[in-house]
């Protein structure tokens, strides 16, 4: 928790987010965790197809 009455954000965290620019709504993290399980199977497919087209 921020204890910081200077800063107008709930944690640190969040305030060096927004101070960067970046997005603080907590579904990002969880479209940022559907991508990675999304990308891996991606990759992994086309790794196998990879491997299949080089046997």
Not at 9 to 21: E, F, M
Not at 22 to 29: R, V
């Amino acid at each position: 928790p921020n204890k910081d009455t200077n800063i107008d954000a709930p944690t640190i965290g969040k305030a060096i987010l927004k101070a960067r620019g970046m997005f603080t709504e907590e579904y990002f993290y969880w479209v940022a965790i559907k991508v990675l399980i999304g990308y891996t199977f991606l990759f992994n497919v086309c790794f196998i197809l990879a491997l299949k087209y080089l046997n």
